[in-house]
């Protein structure tokens, strides 16, 4: 995603929520560009440990909540910056760019999008389904294959059919067709 921005270098993408603490140790980051939903320990938890342990570590916080509750967390918290996992790449470069000179990122829209937070809630309670597989079922829904899905989220295409199988499994539905059909039907 950010590949393209000569002036961001990417050091380290990490996707189990341990392994976070030891490569920020490793690499000395700027800036962690950090997703709220993690696996095992969320981003909130990540935040405050970092924050703890290096007071002056820029975060920028990736979420696909909108609800002012969690933004209002994590600014308590001391992050640098909220952004939408909707929010194009050059919003994304714009906040870096942001948070790396000092300044902070929160500018998300919330007023009149309430429904859209409890739809997802229900989805994650109802259905138990994750955040990333929601993000997967979304991207289904706007007509991406799984290799599309892969290169979207930063993810292998081996996640991606793990995640297909395991939406299947938690819903009771066989292949790809029904899987579009769900995610139009319940407009995810």
Not at 133 to 155: M, P, W
């Amino acid at each position: 995603m950010l590949s393209g921005f000569p002036r961001i270098s990417v050091v380290e993408q990490v996707y189990h929520s341990p392994d976070v603490f030891t490569k920020v140790q490793l690499h000395n980051p700027d800036i962690i560009l950090l997703d709220f939903n993690m696996p095992r320990i969320n981003g909130m938890e990540i935040a405050a440990r970092l924050l703890a342990v290096y007071p002056k570590i820029k975060i920028l916080v990736l979420s696909m909540y909108k609800e002012l509750r969690h933004i209002d967390e994590f600014k308590k918290l001391g992050v640098n910056g909220y952004l939408l996992k909707t929010a194009m790449v050059t919003e994304v470069v714009k906040a870096i760019e942001a948070v790396h000179e000092g300044l902070s990122w929160f500018e998300i829209k919330t007023s009149g999008e309430a429904n859209n937070n409890h739809s997802e809630d229900y989805f994650l309670k109802t259905f138990r389904l994750t955040a990333r597989e929601i993000d997967v079922l979304r991207l289904i829904r706007e007509g991406f294959d799984s290799q599309q899905i892969s290169d979207k989220l930063y993810i292998s295409f081996t996640t991606v059919g793990t995640h297909r199988k395991n939406i299947c499994t938690k819903l009771n539905l066989n292949g790809k067709n029904e899987l579009l059909r769900f995610a139009i039907e319940n407009d995810i």
